[in-house]
Structure formats: structure tokens, C-alpha cells
């Protein structure tokens, strides 16, 4: 039987600029989006906001959901991704991983043609899907989530 992880992801643009972060893998650096797993007790919008001041120290909240995507890199592990687009309310700050985040090694702005070039070193196929998903205007109001609705008002419009 497979593991199951449930993960958060955020794309986050600026002036034609994207967040990414570069993990530590067994496979080597790799880019991906500020994105981590759910903890336990913990609900969606709450992981991707804390996800993303871990591994940038950027200030993350969630406006849409763009997808929810299942990947399934092996036999063995099945993810769940939920991926969110929002704004930053410390954009002018430089991102940089918090201390307490392992693996998370730096934080910085790629633009488009720089994330394609450098497709190989994506953490999974899911990195440039959920740009690609972003950019194609795909998006839900965060309401689907419906045991979120008592506690959105914060992040709705």
C-alpha cells in the first residue's frame, strides 16, 4: 500500500518573476515552489501560508486555488498537491529560508525563460504545471475547500 502525502504549493509572481526555493534532494539541488506537507491537525490554507514564511520568509496570502494534482513518483508514494496563487505583503524584502526549515537551502525570483531553461533541475513535473496552470488563468475560489469556509473571510476579497 502506497503512502499518502498531502502537500501545499504556492506560486507567487512579481514583475514577471516567480518564488522558487532549492531544496536538498538525495538526487541533488532542486527547484521547486515554496510547498511542504500538511501537518497534522493542520488545515490547507494554514500549511501553504506557513510553508511558504518557512522556506522564504515571505508574508504568503493565499488568494486562489489554481489545482489539485495527484503525482505518483514510485510505487510506493502517492502526493496529493494543493496548489494556491496569492501575494506577498513583503514583497520588497530579499526571500531567504528560515533557520528551522532542513533541506530548504535559498529562496529567489526566476523569471520564465530561466525556469524552462533549467526545466532538469525542477523538483518534479508538478513545478512547471502549476506555473503553466497559473499562467493559463486555471483557478477556483478558495470556498471549494469546504472546511475552510468559518475560516476564510481573512483571505477572501
Not at 114 to 123: D, G, M, P
Request: glycine share 4%; proline share 5%.
Amino acid at each position: 500500500m502506497p503512502n499518502i502525502h498531502i502537500t501545499v504549493a504556492a506560486v507567487i509572481e512579481n514583475q514577471n518573476k516567480f518564488l522558487l526555493v532549492t531544496d536538498i534532494t538525495s538526487n541533488g539541488h532542486k527547484l521547486n515552489q515554496p510547498a511542504g506537507h500538511v501537518e497534522a491537525n493542520e488545515d490547507i490554507i494554514t500549511a501553504v501560508i506557513r510553508e511558504v514564511y518557512e522556506e522564504s520568509s515571505m508574508n504568503f496570502i493565499p488568494k486562489k486555488l489554481i489545482g489539485i494534482y495527484l503525482y505518483n513518483p514510485n510505487p510506493e508514494n502517492t502526493y496529493l498537491r494543493f496548489c494556491f496563487k496569492g501575494i506577498v505583503t513583503n514583497i520588497h524584502e530579499t526571500p531567504r529560508p528560515i533557520a528551522n526549515d532542513d533541506g530548504v537551502i535559498a529562496a529567489d525570483w526566476y523569471d520564465l525563460e530561466t525556469i524552462k531553461s533549467r526545466r532538469k533541475e525542477l523538483r518534479s513535473t508538478l513545478v512547471m504545471k502549476c506555473i503553466d496552470d497559473y499562467l493559463s488563468g486555471i483557478e477556483f475560489p478558495l470556498e471549494v475547500l469546504a472546511n475552510h469556509r468559518d475560516n476564510l473571510t481573512v483571505y477572501l476579497d
